[in-house]
């Protein structure tokens, strides 16, 4: 089993910044793909970044150029900077990360959430 770990999170301003990060601890065996998913109230889990093993990024395109996704393939952390922040970004942020095994692709976990909310 992985567990991931998130914190960060809180209330912050319109314009301001937060970061996240999300760390995975367990029987891991090699995390392929992490990163971020967000789900505000009524509306539907929506990816917002993520990066692979080797560094390639992906973001919503309603946070491009604000948000930034890094991580430590030695510590297995993934990490989320979002700048610019706007109202319509509160939502609980959940953390995933793609597990493999020797013989190939495993499953996903997630973390537990944590609460953004940007108010105006």
């Known amino acids: 089993q992985v567990q991931l770990a998130e914190s960060g999170g809180g209330l912050v301003q319109a314009g301001g910044s937060l970061s996240l990060d999300c760390a995975a601890s367990?029987?891991?065996?090699?995390?392929?793909?992490m990163g971020w998913y967000r789900q505000a109230p009524g509306k539907q889990r929506e990816l917002v970044a993520s990066?692979?093993?080797?560094?390639?990024?992906n973001f919503a395109d309603s946070v491009k150029g604000r948000f930034t996704v890094s991580r430590d393939n030695v510590k297995n952390i993934v990490y989320l900077q979002m700048n610019s922040l706007k109202p319509e970004d509160t939502a609980v942020y959940y953390c995933?990360?793609?597990?493999?095994?020797?013989?190939?692709?495993?499953?996903?976990?997630w973390g537990q959430g944590t609460q953004v909310t940007v108010s105006s």
């Open positions: 367990g029987s891991i065996f090699r995390i392929n793909t």
């Open positions: 990066i692979t093993r080797g560094s390639t990024t």
């Open positions: 995933y990360a793609q597990h493999y095994t020797a013989y190939g692709p495993d499953r996903d976990y």
